[in-house]
Nanobody, 124 residues
């Protein structure tokens, strides 16, 4: 299983980015997929998750209303659309996946698979 994240970069506050996570070795529509982020000197924090059996999405309060997680079954890819970016969104973003839904979807410990991370910097 491989998860390849891309799309990070430098963006001005208030700007937008879309992260992509190309997945091989599992089908994104049958696994729970999500995103975490880690700022320098901080722990990895939950950002968003998309449940395997439904299209229900879950978000951290800090990104709710600004970020949207989605998946494209034809490309086996997971996306994170990030709008209204703030300096505090600066972090390395990781895509994740796990078999079956877990009620502790916000915990990094429950995810089996991790991508390599892509850096997002929000700065003027």
């Amino acid at each position: 299983v491989q998860l390849q994240a891309s799309g990070g970069g430098l963006v001005l506050p208030g700007g937008s980015l879309r992260l992509s996570c190309a997945v091989s070795g599992l089908t994104v529509t049958t696994y729970t997929v999500g995103w975490f982020r880690q700022a320098p000197g901080e722990e990895r924090d939950f950002v968003a998750a998309l449940r395997d059996s439904t299209r229900r999405a879950y978000y951290a309060d800090s990104v709710k209303g600004r970020f949207t997680i989605s998946r494209d079954s034809s490309k086996n890819t997971v996306y994170l659309q990030m709008n209204e970016l703030k300096p505090e969104d600066t972090a390395v973003y990781y895509c994740v996946a796990r078999t079956f839904w877990n009620v502790q979807y916000y915990s990094p410990a429950v995810y089996n698979y991790w991508g390599q991370g892509t850096l997002v910097t929000v700065s003027s």
